[in-house]
């Protein structure tokens, strides 16, 4: 079974930077597909980003420039690197990792974009 661990998050003021990281462990050799979602209070969740095994992306068009997902396969991490940060990019992130059979959650990190 996989586990995943983000970290990262915190209070940003707008036009500011954060790096969130999600470490996975336990059996991850067959997640082919990685991901970060967010959930707003009283909105539902989005997905933000995504990676396969071969390093596509893809993400939500509001974050397109602005976000950059990427992994380190020797660590085990993916990371999400978010610059220019809007208010409305407030919310909860949850890492996900993929396997043909199951979908792994992440307990969810706070980011928060305010003054």
């Known amino acids: 079974q996989v586990q995943l661990v983000e970290s990262g998050g915190g209070l940003v003021q707008p036009g500011g930077s954060l790096r969130l990281s999600c470490v996975a462990s336990g059996n991850i050799f067959n997640i082919y597909n990685m991901g970060w979602y967010r959930q707003a209070p009283g909105k539902q969740r989005e997905l933000v980003a995504t990676?396969?095994?071969?390093?596509?992306?893809n993400y939500l068009d509001s974050v397109k420039g602005r976000f950059t997902i990427s992994r380190d396969n020797a660590k085990n991490t993916v990371y999400l690197q978010m610059d220019s940060l809007k208010p409305e990019d407030t919310a909860v992130y949850y890492c996900?990792?993929?396997?043909?059979?199951?979908?792994?959650w992440g307990q969810g990190t706070q980011v928060t974009v305010s003054t």
């Open positions: 990676i396969t095994s071969g390093d596509s992306t």
């Open positions: 996900v990792a993929d396997e043909p059979s199951r979908r792994t």
